[in-house]
């Protein structure tokens, strides 16, 4: 079927362009064959990915493949001990990362819970119960408050009928929906005469002819325009494949230069190459290359995250994707839905003006706490008993409490008028004490709501709310502090002197009014609805979460912008906006319609004013990130409906919500927050910080140790021995087994302690880095270069001076120092930016320290383990230089971080 602009066509067009009854609906036969042609009702989900795939893509990894080929080489060459100790780290590595990606998304498919399973349709001429996915266009469906439309629909008959889109165009106030046809152009918020997949009708009951199910609703082309979406690689995953290339290159060259130097000088000393002296060169230059390759950060980083996501957890927010904790650390800006995400979602009463004075009210939500006050001083509940009773008296809504939760059932703008009421000292059960005896239901064209209530055996009272200027016309007289006057004309202009007043903050405003009946009174409208005693007026909005302001507080300080997207009003949007300091002085808003007249140029030279968006589409969305994302900006879009679908895959993190998120916006996100708390992203923020500066910790610590492994043992094998006349396996600084060993001692427990460290005091003062950041940063180039430049000399010097003794003796020293400066290098890496005085080593890295020198001791002092690793017992001079070199590294990496770059040491 053809698309139709079916919000311009009439009820009886519809009929007919669909082939429907409006009284019989379809026929069985009828649905069945529609049923082929259009398919079920049901979204085409982006598919998950498969057990087999997560497993398969651990293995995705440079770093990974070097560990698999030494293992494989190592075992061939007989070194099956070496071959099980990296194997155990390969391992490690790719369980944990499959474990904790596979757990995820299976959580992840436990969250979708989001269209009704059943709705009521005419089938056949008789009312049926059926599922959704069997919906097809042509279906009459029937519409009662509570309901969950199942596909988009053309209303063909409304009584009261209204409908929360929140969901779909960011409203956050309930659409009243008519019947008669719109103009073309009626933008999708505005087009009342059609309900929408996903939405959910709040207020009154319909009827509606399908007009297009599945992929062909709103909610489902939001879903296609997500899945032709791209993702992109994560900050993190690009820096380690940076690591992975350039320590991969360094291994293969130092490989090379080992391998044909050795085999060149055997080949032309003997005129032939020993098949065990080749063996011996290549688990060497095999051993080097493990030095040269950090072989735990796979596991540090997947430990690290996995961790991260552990956390999240715990605190609500379910990561999607390890990396996705870490890129969030790294976010610039914010772009937030503001309906349920910085506002509670809950209408709320805000001001109440009465008797000439205006009254606060306390509190947000639906939650019954708060304080009325006037003049900044609490109020005694009967000042405002009589307004109360009113707006709970004039209500179809009830305040239901399930647990800990507070929710309404019936119109939110009711439901906030009954906490009201509960704060003004009134309970619900009023309305069984005073029965309602006439209704006259508000409608669109009326703007207002009367209700009739026997107060007592002689006393009847009409109630009546709606808008100001149409309440207040039927008004002859009103309430000051109790007493009835006449309404003068300066009374009039004083109340709409405060309506407008109110109106300026944004506030939705309701009139309420009384007027006592006699027992024989005319239950005519017209009758009814005049000569009214105005009580007053009321304000209420949607407000922001108190730990979503406070949030936006924590994201401004640490450098973030924080951006309002929504599709409610400017005035309102504008209001939030100024209230969580969102938007301040020289800031820019901008409506959907004003965004849609500027081209992509000169939208890029605004876009970094404008703080708050009203009114948009979600196209508009995914072009507001689109435009940050142009400017290197690491983007995060935060939201529930599925208007924030595309703008959340599009942005470097998605983050939706748990409880009113929809399906499609869940499986576009990266992390799911099952609170809905938009404070929570502010703890994912430090986490993520705190991750990627552990990591950063430990690549600091295993390169430093690494580059002068290579150095020391490069220079001996190819110059230094060669020099004092060693040949073969003389020639090697250090056996196999002692690089094996030094790697297994750092690279183990303290290199993991260290991926634990506690967070910099700094941590949540410092602004986002920039998204090219390298991982290789002028600070920890400058630590690399101290390791060469201190400790090399160092090192070189300490095995030199004890070559005269022979290579055994020179080989335990060079050994033993190796083994002591870099578990002391570790305690000084517990922070790249504060001396160990500001920032001290924590227990568990303390703990691993004193671990291996303990057993390094201990496996020096027995004769077995002693000559398994090919040591001797070292001399007194031997610890001398061990603990000179220790000192002179400690002392040489506090100083470096003294006179560190400004930029690295924070605000």
Not at 90 to 114: H, N, P, S
Request: aromatic share 6%; net charge neutral.
């Amino acid at each position: 079927m053809s698309q139709e602009n079916w919000y311009t066509k009439k009820p009886e067009e519809i009929l007919e362009i669909l082939k429907v009854d409006k009284d019989r609906g379809l026929s069985e036969d009828e649905v069945k064959t529609r049923l082929n042609i259009y398919g079920p009702n049901e979204l085409t989900a982006e598919k998950g990915t498969s057990p087999l795939k997560i497993f398969f893509k651990q293995f995705a990894n440079l770093l990974l493949a070097i560990l698999i080929a030494a293992t494989a080489i190592s075992a061939l060459l007989g070194e099956i001990v070496d071959a099980m100790v990296i194997g155990v780290i390969v391992v490690f590595v790719v369980i944990l990362g499959f474990v904790q990606e596979y757990r995820a998304e299976k959580t992840l498919d436990a969250l979708k819970r989001m269209l009704s399973p059943t709705c009521t349709v005419i089938r056949d001429g008789k009312q049926k119960e059926v599922e959704v996915k069997e919906i097809v266009p042509g279906d009459l469906v029937i519409l009662e408050a509570g309901d969950k439309i199942p596909a988009d629909s053309r209303l063909i008959e409304s009584v009261n009928l209204q409908a929360n889109e929140a969901s779909l165009t960011g409203e956050s106030a309930p659409v009243t929906k008519i019947t008669t046809a719109l103009p073309e152009q009626t933008q999708l918020a505005d087009r009342t005469n059609m309900v929408f997949s996903g939405t959910t009708i709040t207020y009154g009951r319909g009827r509606a002819v399908v007009t297009a199910s599945g992929m062909k609703t709103e909610f489902g082309k939001i879903a296609q325009q997500v899945t032709s979406v791209v993702a992109e690689s994560t900050p993190l995953e690009k820096r380690m494949a940076e690591i992975g290339r350039r320590l991969g290159l360094l291994a293969l060259v130092i490989i090379a230069i080992i391998i044909v130097v050795e085999v060149a000088e055997e080949f032309l000393t003997l005129g032939l190459i020993r098949l065990d002296f080749l063996f011996e060169i290549l688990l060497f230059a095999i051993s080097l290359a493990v030095a040269a390759v950090p072989e735990a950060l796979p596991a540090i980083v997947t430990g690290s995250l996995a961790i991260g996501m552990y956390i999240m957890a715990k605190k609500n927010a379910l990561i999607r994707k390890m990396p996705a904790v870490e890129t969030l650390g790294a976010t610039q800006i914010i772009c937030s839905d503001k309906t349920g995400t910085l506002t509670k979602g809950e209408m709320t009463v805000r001001e109440v003006f009465a008797s000439g004075k205006t009254f606060v009210v306390t509190g947000a939500g639906y939650e019954p706490k708060g304080e009325i006050l006037n003049a900044e001083k609490p109020i005694k509940n009967s000042e405002l008993e009589n307004f109360a009773r009113a707006v709970l008296l004039c209500n179809d809504s009830r305040l239901e409490q399930e647990g800990d939760i507070w929710k309404i059932a019936g119109d939110p703008t009711e439901g906030a008028l009954v906490v009201l009421a509960e704060k003004a000292g009134l309970s619900q059960k009023l309305k069984e004490r005073y029965p309602r005896v006439v209704e006259v239901p508000f409608s669109s064209e009326r703007k207002r709501m009367t209700t009739v209530h026997r107060v007592s055996e002689n006393t009847i009272v009409a109630y009546m709310k709606g808008a100001p200027e149409i309440v207040l016309g039927l008004c002859s007289s009103v309430n000051e502090n109790g007493k009835v006057r006449e309404i003068s004309q300066d009374d009039r202009k004083r109340i709409i002197a405060a309506s407008d007043e109110m109106a300026s903050k944004a506030l939705r405003l309701l009139a309420v009014a009384e007027r006592k009946l006699s027992s024989g009174f005319d239950s005519d409208p017209e009758k009814l609805e005049q000569g009214f005693t105005f009580l007053g007026l009321v304000g209420m909005i949607d407000p922001p979460r108190p730990e979503a302001a406070k949030a936006v507080e924590t994201a401004i300080k640490v450098g973030m912008k924080p951006i309002m997207i929504t599709g409610d009003h400017k005035i309102t949007a504008l209001a939030i906006a100024k209230e969580m300091n969102i938007y301040k002085d020289g800031d820019v808003v901008l409506t959907g319609e004003e965004l849609g007249k500027l081209n992509d140029e000169e939208f890029d030279k605004v876009v970094e004013k404008v703080s708050t968006y009203a009114r948009v589409s979600p196209a508009d969305k995914f072009r507001i990130v689109e435009a940050w994302k142009k400017k290197g900006k690491v983007v995060a879009m935060t939201g529930d409906g599925v208007n924030d679908a595309p703008a959340l895959k599009r942005s470097d993190i998605g983050i939706a919500m748990g409880i009113t998120g929809t399906d499609v916006t869940k499986e576009a996100a990266d992390m799911v927050l099952a609170d809905d708390n938009f404070a929570t992203i502010i703890n994912a923020i430090e986490l993520g910080r705190w991750i990627y500066d552990n990591i950063k910790k430990y690549l600091a610590y295993l390169l430093q140790a690494n580059l002068s492994e290579i150095a020391v043992v490069s220079l001996g094998a190819l110059v230094v021995l060669r020099f004092f006349g060693y040949s073969g396996e003389d020639a090697l600084p250090l056996l196999p087994v002692h690089i094996l060993y030094i790697n297994l001692a750092t690279d183990g427990l303290p290199a993991l302690a260290l991926g634990f460290s506690p967070p910099d005091p700094d941590l949540m003062k410092r602004p986002p880095r920039p998204k090219d950041e390298p991982v290789f940063t002028k600070s920890l180039k400058l630590f690399l270069l101290r390791a060469i430049i201190i400790e090399t000399p160092i090192l070189m010097a300490a095995f030199i001076s004890d070559l005269p003794n022979g290579i055994e003796h020179g080989r335990t020293r060079l050994f033993l120092m190796f083994i002591f400066i870099e578990l002391v290098l570790a305690l000084n890496c517990r922070s790249l930016r504060f001396t160990v005085f500001k920032a001290r080593p924590h227990k568990w890295l303390v703990l691993a320290v004193i671990w291996e020198a303990i057993l390094i001791s201990v496996l020096v002092s027995i004769p077995f383990t002693r000559e398994a690793i090919h040591v001797l017992p070292p001399t007194l001079e031997d610890l001398l230089w061990v603990a000179g070199g220790a000192i002179a590294s400690f002392i040489s990496v506090e100083v470096l971080k003294h006179y560190l770059p400004i930029e690295n040491k924070g605000n």
